[in-house]
């Protein structure tokens, strides 16, 4: 099939749900452009900071489009391209831009208040506790997925008969870690420039474009050729930085990250446009896959973010909730670009299919490597020589995860603080200020999620989708609970929640008994099987404590008692 067909339904589907179901929601829960958002209440010039409806748009999707659904499409398509593009699509319009525009909404009704103050407020302290407790442990699995997936990008070498030599594409991917390298050295100045000068409009353009024309030029002039052990540690100084640096210095590279998407999102269309290639990974491969398992509940949780993502929620309900100075601009910023989101899956997907062999096999590679090597081929047929296209479009996948990472890793952080912190923290025990200590609590972050990196991003990816599609359930009975009680219908959501709690319970039982079927053979090693099994175990524990506590609070409460 033509894949230009496939991303043209999809994109008109995605519309028209924005346009008709979004703004049904909207209607439904209630908007009113003349209230007084949280943003403009508490404005502080900080965290609470008015802003235009479309920048707030512009950094909810390079905060939540990571290498989720890049990677999450592509490693899906082994039970073939229908059943993944159906999934996105169903998914993305009734479950998670439902999800991240409730997240959003509830927030701004409840002056700016993250997820996890949301459910202490609806469900109580101790489900906060055991909320903040998972979040921290999806946070491990996120930074140690994505960190190994981009270590294993910028890695010039490679292992052929246990003997390690230089890859064909060496310059290639070290050009791109050198690139990303300077282009985070050059967005963090961008910060500090536009904090001295305060750019706005072209003058902002202009500066972003000439630092990321400036990082792609001399990155490509000067790769650094490193093993893939040696990046994963680079990388983890980088996430150590972004964990304990002010915000304001990584909240304008989403500006300069921005840019990137464009070119990327614009030149996969283009090539897709002009090239239109042959779809010609196979429609339907079955039920069961030899690597990854059943098509359900698998086939869910591997596609992740590009249909629902409860990582999302905290983004929303993080920073966009405080940024947002009209509850009309709501509706774009919580739905919409979710649904641009499901669409980039999309195009990910139509990418993979079209580097696939003419019978079917996928192309070699990691996620990345099939992406960006695919969208380079299409940059080459309008004249850009091969070398430059490979490296603009290494850089912008990894540029997905980093950002990615940028975000994670604070809040993983924050998660671990939340953990031990009092009300007051200037009489605490030692030990608890210890805990509590931004230095120290990211150490001990960065530290758990560098152990899971020896499982690799293959092995953690099944644990990801399925703890972060249960965040997604958790998030969706909060949610529950705040319609009931403002007097909002909240049918919309029951749905979702339920399939959601299947899907995840599934997926992590199966693994769970697959794990320990691996034991039992005397196959497994405690870095790969034994660290899966007890990271499974506590999702599984944790979230079964939250909905219990969530489904009490839910039929506990009054309706209307807030109304």
């Not at 972050?445 to 899971?452: E, K």
């Amino acid at each position: 099939m033509n894949t230009l067909v496939i991303v043209l339904i999809a994109a008109v589907l995605l519309s028209c749900a924005y346009v008709f179901y979004g703004r049904w929601l909207a209607n439904k829960w209630g908007i009113d452009p003349k209230a007084e958002t949280p943003a403009k209440k508490f404005e502080d010039g900080k965290d609470y900071v008015p802003t235009d409806g479309w920048t707030v748009f512009s950094h909810q999707f390079s905060s939540i489009a990571g290498a989720g659904p890049v990677t999450g499409a592509i490693q899906a398509a082994v039970f073939g391209w229908v059943p993944v593009f159906l999934w996105i699509i169903v998914g993305g319009i009734f479950f998670g831009a439902v999800t991240d525009f409730g997240a959003l909404y509830a927030s701004v009704k409840n002056e700016g208040k993250s997820m996890g103050l949301l459910i202490e407020k609806y469900i109580g302290k101790f489900g906060r506790k055991v909320f903040l407790l998972f979040c921290w442990l999806f946070t491990l699995l996120v930074i140690a997925a994505f960190a190994d997936m981009v270590a294993g990008t910028f890695n010039a070498y490679t292992e052929v008969d246990g003997v390690v030599k230089l890859a064909d594409a060496a310059k290639t991917n070290g050009a791109a870690g050198t690139i990303s390298l300077l282009f985070i050295v050059f967005a963090m100045i961008f910060g500090l420039v536009q904090k001295k000068f305060r750019f706005h409009g072209w003058k902002e353009t202009v500066v972003g474009l000439v630092f990321t024309v400036a990082a792609l030029g001399l990155g490509m002039l000067v790769p650094i050729t490193a093993t893939k052990d040696t990046w994963t540690y680079i990388t983890f100084v980088y996430i150590f930085f972004t964990a304990v640096l002010p915000m304001w210095i990584l909240k304008q590279p989403d500006t300069m990250t921005t840019y990137m998407f464009i070119g990327m999102i614009a030149g996969a269309a283009l090539g897709l446009l002009v090239a239109h290639p042959t779809m010609n990974l196979p429609v339907f491969t079955g039920f069961h896959n030899d690597t990854l398992g059943d098509m359900f509940p698998i086939l869910f949780v591997t596609v992740a973010c590009g249909a629902v993502s409860g990582f999302h929620s905290l983004v929303s309900s993080g920073t966009s909730s405080k940024t947002v100075s009209n509850e009309k601009d709501m509706l774009k910023v919580g739905y919409g670009a979710m649904v641009l989101e499901s669409l980039l899956a999309v195009i990910a997907l139509c990418v993979a299919g079209a580097a696939a062999a003419a019978d079917g096999t996928p192309a070699a590679g990691t996620p990345f490597q099939v992406f960006s090597s695919g969208v380079a081929g299409f940059f080459e047929m309008f004249g850009i020589p091969v070398y430059i296209a490979q490296c603009f479009m290494t850089m912008c996948v990894s540029a997905l995860a980093l950002t990615s990472l940028d975000a994670v890793s604070r809040i993983g952080r924050m998660s671990f603080q939340e953990l031990f912190s009092v009300d007051d923290m200037e009489h605490a025990e030692g030990w608890r200020k210890l805990l509590c200590n931004t230095y120290f609590s990211t150490i001990v972050t960065l530290l758990c999620a560098y152990v899971l990196t020896r499982i690799g991003y293959a092995n953690i990816w099944p644990l990801f989708g399925s703890a972060n599609q249960l965040l997604s359930a958790l998030v969706l009975v909060t949610l529950c609970v705040f319609m009931k009680v403002t007097g909002r219908s909240n049918k919309m959501l029951f749905a979702p929640l339920i399939i959601m709690l299947c899907v995840t319970g599934t997926a992590l039982v199966e693994r769970t008994i697959g794990l320990v079927k691996a034991y039992a053979a005397g196959s497994a090693t405690f870095l790969v099987e034994g660290l899966q099994l007890i990271i499974a175990v506590l999702l599984m524990a944790l979230g079964l404590v939250i909905v219990i506590n969530s489904l009490k609070a839910y039929f506990g409460a009054k309706k209307e008692s807030e109304a």
